[in-house]
């Protein structure tokens, strides 16, 4: 673009014709596929996590490192060397490093040569001792702890949200389902503690996932440090701390001990199995937003202007819901890739696991990322509906009341069996109503004009009262969200005002 622009000048006739260069450029691109994953939805932050400019940066500071703490050790490598590579650690010719890639068939020393071409008295030293994962593993799990830092402020965040819904909500009785068939009442806010009960150990997990993380460090072609050993003529202390300088300087306070020349592929499948578990979080908060939408008893926001079908403008469909469901399935799908990545590397290492993991790693990331973004989007504007929830919980009230009920005639008197079969024949008759008229239940008006529930009908009130079946439910709620809820949000804090905007 640069060139272009001082090619053509800065005149208004150049500046037309920039635009239009511009423009076939864009219509260019289009002719291309591009990943929705980075194209459509995932944030400037994490997209740029997995891009070349970070990745092929992140390789030029592992190689600034390597020469500091070479030199610092020993090696005759000069102050002059690594000023002329920190003065061009970000500016890298993309294009050279193309052609060189495309000559040699080799991506790393491609990189090699073209950090070598800007920095030609530090180019005998660069990379040296080294094998390509020392750039290409080292800077993968730079990539992934970063990419955990991303995602942890966002999950955070979306707690923070459901936890001040669940608090708002904590005493509104509802429904519960079973086998999505009506059951004892709970209450709203007690559902979204259902939600956030999973998204807490998913917390818990991509924190304990990060942690985990280790750096390769300096190991060698096939992690035995031989290379490292002969520069050192011998000395194993000066690989040891060699190893603990590069791993210090990338960030990192472990080294794994022993790699063959990568890292175990395992750790891949530690890192996305937990993103996997997310998934399942969300895809679980979504379907039941989704199913409580068709009830009509939550929304997710709608905006003023959106459409929710083509040809029905009446709908309000849970685009954000079925979004992150969508989203979910593929985070879920891609743990499969580490698993069969790391069954088949042979000895200490096969080259079949790059092309997968150069999909697999990032997706998983850029996935989780987007789900987040949109679950934070959808509970920062949950819609609930009371007044639909109450004509829900008055529908099924009387069944559910039978048991009080009897023990109130039974305290007046009565007996327990004779008033199971009254409230069984009644109940019967009221269902038929329901499900064969497709009229109200109108159990409790039958239950009025029966003669034999005389002595408790100035109880029917206060034993229907919705708030009598929620048990501790409102109690739950304030526990748990005091106990374990608001102590793990605590770090996070300092993010917690973001908000997001719904991409596309």
Known sequence: TLSIEENIGATSEGAT?????????????????RSPLVSRYASKEMSYNFSDKKKFTTWRKLWIFLAKAEKALGLPITDAQIAEMESHAEDIDFAMAAEEERKLRHDVMAHVHTFAHCCPTAAPIIHLGATSCYVGDNTDLIALRDGFNILLPKLARVIDRLANFAEEYADLPTLGFTHFQPAQLTTVGKRACLWLQDLVMDVR?????????????????TGTQASFLQLFQGDHDKVVELDKMVTEMAGFKKAYLVTGQTYSRKVDIDCLSRL????????????DIRLLANLKEIEEPFEKEQIGSSAMPYKRNPMRAERCCSLARHLI??????LQTASVQWLERTLDDSANRR????????????????L?????????????????????????????????IVKAGGNRQECHEKIRVLSQEAAAVVKQEGGDNDLLARIQRDPYFAPILGQLDALLDPKTFIGRAPQQVKTFLAEEVRPLLEPYKANMDVKVELVL
Do not use: W
Request: proline fraction near 4%; aromatic fraction near 6%; charge should be neutral.
């Open 17 to 33: 014709v920039f635009t239009f260069l511009a423009t076939m450029a864009g219509a260019e691109e289009m002719k291309k596929y």
């Open 205 to 221: 997990n991509l924190e304990r996932a990060r942690d985990d993380l280790r750096f390769r460090g300096v190991k060698g072609t």
């Open 276 to 287: 996997a578990s997310l998934g399942a979080s969300v895809h679980k908060i979504c379907t």
């Open 333 to 338: 799908a891609l743990v499969a890739d580490p």
């Open 359 to 374: 999909i697999s790693l990032p997706e998983s990331f850029l996935t989780a990322d987007i789900i987040l973004s949109t």
């Open 376 to 408: 934070q989007n959808i509970t920062e504007g949950l819609v609930v509906y009371p007044k639909v929830i109450e004509r829900h919980i008055r529908h099924e009230l009387p069944f559910m009341a039978t048991e009080n009920i009897i023990m109130a």
